[in-house]
């Protein structure tokens, strides 16, 4: 079965400088790989996804992550934090079970908080 | 496109009174989502269509909960009895393909 772990419940950084929010996965088959943040009160919007291809993968506000299969990581990134970066984020695998099942699995997230 | 729509925002009920919520998915997505967030906590998949089909349920508590998408558009899921425990934001997602998933805004769920 495949599982996510996301290092460190909590990240805090400063406005302006660099976002790293981790992300450790294990999967049986080559991984469908997401990033999703999620604002109060609100459903999830996708950041980024990694299917084939380039193993950077660019998204939306600026964020991009890096698929490492000898690491098994999807590690998130932003060179330079805004305020309105602050929210919660989750890192999430598919990895494509037999019978067309191919529901995510979720980290426990990480809260982004930041600094002015 | 619209987006997935999903009511009620809210609800608060007494636990072993019952609860159904309603997703009605984007046009066109066959496949269809319900997750379960407690809070502190990520999404947990609880069932997932394939057009008016199910293909995976194995983390559906089938004692209380159940879901049905009768002509393979809207879905209901359903709570009976609820329990404390089950106090929780139901996410709503559908998809066209595998790398696509969009969710609804959920409905938060408290049981008293």
Known sequence: AQSVTQLGSHVSVSEGAL???RCNYSSSVPP?????VQ???QGLQLLLKYTTGATLVKGINGFEAEFKKSETSFHLTKPSAHM???AEYFCAVSDK???GADGLTFGKGTHLIIQP | EAGVAQSPRYKIIEKRQSVA???NPISGHATLYWYQQILGQGPKLLIQFQNNGVVDDSQLPKDRFSAERLKGVDSTLKIQPAKLEDSAVYLCASSFTSDGYTFGSGTR???V
């Open chain 2, 21 to 23: 919520f309603w997703c």
């Open chain 1, 32 to 36: 469908y790989l997401f990033w999703y």
């Open chain 1, 39 to 41: 604002y109060p009160n």
């Open chain 1, 97 to 99: 079970l037999g019978g």
């Open chain 2, 109 to 111: 769920l408290t049981v």
């Open chain 1, 84 to 86: 309105s970066d602050a």
């Open chain 1, 19 to 21: 976002v790293l929010l």
